[in-house]
Structure formats: C-alpha cells, structure tokens
C-alpha cells in the first residue's frame, strides 16, 4: 500500500495525460486493470459524479463515485483524445482472433503505465496495477469509510475478502506506534 504522498508522487509522474487518467481511474475508482481498459465513455456520469463499472469480476456491474479532480482530468483527455467509445483507444475489433489484442488499451501497456510511474516518482516499493486498489481500499478506511460500503465499492461478493483491508488499514481507536517513538 502506498502512502497518500506516494501516491500524490505517483499521480504527478507521468508526461502523457492519458497515463495520469488511468492511474487516477485506477486509484480513484478502486478498478481491477480488467475494469479500467473497459470503461466507455457511455460509463461515465458527470453530473452524478459515478462511474458505471460494467461486468466487473463475477460479471457484476458496480457504480463507484468519482472526484472532481477526476472529472476535471477526465474532460481535458477527452477533449485532448476525443475517444469515441471507449474510453481508452477506441472499440475493439470484432472476431479478432489472438484474445486480447483488441484496439483498448492492452492489459501490458496498463501495467507498463504504472510501473513507469512508479520508477519516475521515485517509488522503492514494488509497484503494481493492483496495489492502486489496495491503496484505494486501505486510504477509504483509514479516512472513516464503513467496511460495508467499501465491500460494494470494491465489488466483493463476500465481506471476508474486504475485511483482509482492515488489518493493513491504520484506522481504529489509535495508530499503532513504535515504543521508540515514546522513549
């Protein structure tokens, strides 16, 4: 999990403006990678401030909330790019064979985005598409989020597989400190 300032790092990092829309996509919106390379621009609600999550993983539609620092940056990139489907590189081509080579945004140019990030902030951990959800999760419980809510979010069929946020989180009565910091 990355800290808030690792992760303001992370969002600053990369020149393109469609790589810092998909990291905020991704951080912002808690997607899987899967998720973010199927948004359409039809998913998108402005004036509601949601993003439809079609067919997310159990093939489960979810609406997540989006910040207006997203929308903002949302708007110039589509102003900029003027996708007309989806919402990163076009609709795929029909009967392709070959899997997922289609003309969205491919699963490896995602995490080639984020990795390239990470290495350009300066960013020691190890960095992947998934730890932007992860971070999503534990920086919603951390600043008060109920683990009810944050499940519907994330899209979790079983409250067991949210609640593994709650050990990472740092939320509670009190933070947990080291006994040097009180020496």
């Known amino acids: 999990v990355l800290s808030k300032s690792e992760m303001w790092q992370l969002l600053n990092a990369p020149d393109l403006l469609k790589h810092k829309i998909l990291i905020g996509l991704l951080y912002g919106c808690g997607l899987r990678c899967f998720e973010s390379r199927n948004v359409r621009l039809a998913d998108l609600d402005f004036d509601r401030k949601m993003l439809?999550?079609?067919?997310?993983?159990?093939?489960?539609?979810?609406?997540?909330?989006?910040?207006?620092?997203?929308?903002?940056?949302?708007?110039?990139?589509?102003?900029?790019?003027?996708?007309?489907?989806?919402?990163?590189?076009?609709?795929p081509q029909e009967n392709r064979k070959g899997g997922d080579f289609d003309s969205r945004y491919s699963q490896k140019g995602v995490q080639w985005a984020v990795k390239q990030a990470a290495k350009k902030a300066g960013i020691i951990k190890n960095v992947n598409v998934h730890t932007l959800r992860h971070t999503y999760a534990t920086h919603l419980l951390e600043d008060g989020m109920d683990i009810m809510t944050l499940k519907d979010l994330l899209g979790h069929e079983c409250i067991d597989t949210t609640l593994l946020y709650l050990h990472i989180a740092q939320s509670g009565r009190r933070k947990p400190f080291s006994p040097l910091d009180t020496l």
Do not use: C, T
């Not at 609406?63 to 903002?72: F, G, Q, T």
């Open 52 to 91: 439809h999550v079609q067919q997310g993983k159990g093939k489960k539609d979810r609406y997540v909330p989006m910040s207006e620092h997203l929308i903002r940056g949302l708007k110039s990139y589509i102003g900029a790019e003027m996708p007309e489907e989806w919402l990163f590189n076009g609709q």
